[in-house]
């Protein structure tokens, strides 16, 4: 079975300071990663998948195979990135995701 | 084109009634999720319809049921409520079969059961 775990439920950091958070997944073949985040009062959407090796507004994630591990990092927050994050993980053998609980970050003025 | 549409956007029940959400997806999507969202729990899927046809199944009672309609729109139903049933119901949609497809989300639809 497939499961991603997200171990904070609740990260804060000041403004412009560094923010990780942590996402680590249990798979044995290769996995489709994503994180999703949710702003206040707007839709869940996708922020980034680690198939398109892409930055979004200044975040990143890497997926490490090894550490079984994607976690999302930005080197400067900022006020706008508070938000609900959630990781997700999809696989060949489901046509849905299975998210994470989610992290809720607060960026700090 | 129009986003993932759900009605209503909020509902107020009682404990021991019914309920039906509607979620219409995005045009020419045929997979429609549904999850419940709670801050204690996250999100938590519910089940995933594709051509009219359940194809998953997460681990809530049967109270809990769905179907979806050939125009893909899906309705999701909760039978005899429970003061725990108070969350928001966010339905998704899919656009391919490919595990790297994205999902888009709705709104949402706010249920409270007093």
């Known amino acids: 079975a497939q499961r991603v775990t997200q171990p904070e439920k609740l990260l804060s950091v000041f403004k412009g300071a560094p923010v990780e958070l942590k996402c680590n997944y249990s798979?044995?073949?290769?996995?489709?990663l994503f994180w999703y985040v949710q702003y206040s009062r707007q839709r869940l959407q996708l922020l980034l998948r680690?198939?398109s090796r892409e930055s979004i507004k200044g975040f990143t994630a890497d997926l490490n195979k090894g550490e079984t591990s994607f976690h999302l990092k930005k080197p400067f927050a900022q006020e706008e990135d508070s938000a609900m994050y959630y990781c997700?993980?999809?696989?060949?053998?489901?046509?849905?995701?299975?998210f994470g609980r989610g992290t809720s970050l607060i960026v700090h003025p | 084109k129009a986003g993932v549409t759900q009605t209503p956007r909020y509902l107020i029940k009682t404990r021991g009634q019914q309920v039906t959400l509607s979620c219409s997806p995005i045009?020419?999507?045929?997979?429609v999720s549904w999850y419940q969202q709670t801050p204690g729990q996250g999100l938590q899927f519910l089940f995933e319809?594709?051509?009219?046809?359940?194809?998953n199944k997460g681990n809530f009672p049967g109270r809990f049921s769905g179907r979806q309609f050939s125009n893909s729109r899906s309705e999701m139903n909760v039978s005899t409520l429970e003061l725990g049933d108070s969350a928001l119901y966010l339905c998704?949609?899919?656009?391919?079969?490919?595990?790297?497809?994205?999902?888009?989300f709705g709104s949402g639809t706010q249920l409270s059961v007093l």
């Open positions: 319809y594709f051509s009219e046809t359940q194809r």
């Open positions: 680690h198939i």
């Open positions: 045009s020419g999507h045929r997979s």
């Open positions: 998704a949609s899919k656009g391919g079969p490919a595990t790297n497809e994205k999902l888009f």
């Open positions: 798979y044995s073949g290769s996995p489709e």
């Open positions: 997700a993980l999809s696989s060949g053998g489901s046509y849905i995701p299975t």
